[in-house]
């Protein structure tokens, strides 16, 4: 993976070229730094669980939070709840997080980084670096 601070600044770079929306920009910036957070179950893995780092790498890395699966559940959940509470800002968060994830954070990683990215997990990965 690039680093985050790669993520964070291709979202606050891009955020007002998506939309001009600040719940938008903000959600997108979030979502270019989100597919990140499974490096803590990888983390309890290996440090509590006593996984190889290896297999813990294997098992949560660029699996479920980096697939577009995993973006479009995102929008889903944060336009279900903007229905009920009745407020466009939610929904427009999470339409910038979902494309956040998907665009500036899933994207970036199958160029950048030389593994396959899991982008519609568990049935498809994508590795532009295998050969």
């Not at 983390?43 to 813990?56: G, H, N, P």
């Amino acid at each position: 993976m690039p680093q985050p601070g790669l993520h964070a600044v291709l979202g606050l770079a891009t955020r007002k070229t998506f939309s001009k929306k600040p719940w938008f920009a903000l959600g997108l910036t979030f979502g270019a730094l989100l597919p990140d957070a499974d490096g803590y179950a990888q983390a309890f893995a290996v440090l509590v669980q006593k996984m190889d780092s290896a297999a813990a790498e294997a098992i949560f890395h660029r699996t479920l939070t980096h697939s577009l699966l995993f973006a479009l559940g995102i929008a889903l959940l944060f336009h279900l709840i903007s229905l009920a509470r009745g407020g466009e800002s939610l929904r427009t968060f999470g339409y910038g997080l979902a494309t956040g994830i998907a665009v500036l954070h899933i994207f970036v990683d199958i160029f950048a980084w030389f593994d396959g990215v899991g982008i519609l997990w568990p049935f498809w990965s994508v590795n532009l670096w295998g050969w």
